[in-house]
């Protein structure tokens, strides 16, 4: 997958098909949503919305 934009908490992908779509990844890896600290949520939902 293509990346594109990268930090030292979060990474975003473009998932490469008729409509692309976005993945987000945290660099540490969480089991569960639960356990993301809630600075990276919300930075990841930031750049989310900017992209």
Known sequence: M??????RDIKIE?????LPW????TQYPYKEM?????????QGSRLEQRV
């Open 34 to 42: 639960c356990e993301v600290p809630k600075e990276i949520k919300i």
């Open 22 to 25: 976005f993945k987000i990844f």
């Open 14 to 18: 473009i998932e490469p098909s008729e």
């Open 2 to 7: 293509p990346v594109i934009f990268e930090n």
